[in-house]
């Protein structure tokens, strides 16, 4: 393994971590052992209270900084202030690169600042080998790339490589709770609107490794994460129509699809929230699928249904699961909701952590 290097199109490697010093090593050695050398390795160390420091001095090759536990926006945004290359490369302390990923995103940037390079990512399940689990394919055209990446993400930070210009141009990660578990997508939203061309890399380059302490297990987080990304990028659009069609989409069809899953995802976060007995924060769910469009039905009956509950036990024990309070009002299914039938149909938001 060869220690970073400087070149013509340089690479920052941000790597956050949070009590994952196991997985570190692992994780560096994969940038190191990249066929494009890379500029730097910045360790960034969301607080962690385990050996994660200790673990990154000795590897002797990253440039580690420890900061107060904020996130993993925070952290990456600590990460761009300290980089130097002319791209970023997201890498979180779990996930590995092909040896050639970084070259494949590189060459496919080909030296330019406004574009924003991504590749295939496959799944792998801890412990287990990184080629055994399902690939995250991109969609074979770019029309169907901006389509998924509108209505519910294209894939995990290691599988895209922007520029430092433009990250720094758009203020990098949201680490606001409004986006807090997707403000990854939110931060590629922005860089699309600021006029970045996306350039597919038809290949898997990177390794997500999936398990039981990923960030994406909080449900209800990554709902309402999902709904703001997605409420913010149908008000990007207001006025955009000429340029939302030079994507090859449809602007009409993207903006019910839209109002429909930002609906879908507050009411589905609403049903959760009443199992746990959180009535307050499941009327907030049920509101804001309100005032995503003028009419909604479904919410105004699970408000409607929902306010004896509350009423009476607000602040008292939950309902158990199943009971009253639940019987009336299964999860929305986000495909059984879209109006209108799009070319290359959909898929599930990528979860994040």
């Keep these: 393994m060869r220690a970073p290097q400087k070149n013509e199109n340089s690479v920052s490697v941000i790597i956050p971590c949070y009590r ?8 560096v050695a994969s940038v190191l052992k990249q066929t494009h050398p890379v500029h730097e390795i910045i360790v960034v160390d969301d607080g962690s209270d385990d050996d994660t420091g200790d673990v990154a001095r000795k590897l002797g090759c ?8 904020g996130g993993p926006a925070s952290a990456r945004n ?23 990923a970084i070259e494949w995103l ?6 330019r600042e406004d574009v924003l390079s991504t590749m295939h990512l496959r799944f792998f399940d801890h412990g287990m080998a990184i080629d055994s689990g399902p690939v995250h394919p991109l969609p074979g055209t770019l029309p169907d790339i901006y389509k998924q990446l509108f209505l519910h993400n294209l894939n995990a930070p290691v599988a895209f490589l922007p520029s430092r210009k433009s990250v720094q141009a758009v203020g990098g990660f949201d680490p606001s709770p409004d986006v807090d578990a997707c403000e990854d997508w939110d931060l590629w939203m922005k860089l699309v609107f600021a006029g970045a061309e996306i350039r597919p890399v038809h290949k898997v380059g990177a390794f997500y490794r999936q398990h039981p302490t990923s960030h994406s297990r909080n449900k209800i987080k990554m709902k309402r994460s ?19 069609r030079g994507l090859g989409l449809d602007f009409k069809k993207m903006h019910v699809m839209l109002t429909r899953l930002m609906q879908a995802e507050h009411q589905d976060a609403a049903y959760w929230l009443r199992q ?40 008292k024990k939950p309902v158990k699961a199943g009971g009253a309070a639940g019987a009336h009002m299964a999860p929305i299914d986000d495909a059984k909701l879209q ?10 938001s990528l979860a994040h952590r």
Excluded: C
């Design 339 to 348: 109006p209108v039938a799009v070319e290359g149909g959909s898929r599930d």
């Design 226 to 244: 999902r709904s703001n990304v997605r409420f913010r990028t149908r008000q990007a659009m207001a006025g955009r129509e000429e340029w939302v």
């Design 62 to 69: 990253v440039k580690y900084i420890w900061k107060k536990n």
């Design 78 to 100: 600590v990460g761009i202030a300290e980089a130097s290359g002319k791209y970023l490369m997201f890498l979180d302390s779990d996930d590995l690169l092909h040896p050639e």
């Design 20 to 27: 994952q010093g196991r997985f570190l090593p692992e994780s």
């Design 276 to 315: 746990e007995g959180k009535y307050n924060e499941a009327l907030v769910q049920y509101y804001r699928s309100m005032s995503r469009s003028k009419v909604n039905t479904v919410a105004l009956v699970g408000i409607l249904k929902l306010l004896p509950h509350w009423l009476a036990h607000g602040r």
């Design 106 to 111: 590189v060459n496919a940037a080909d030296g």
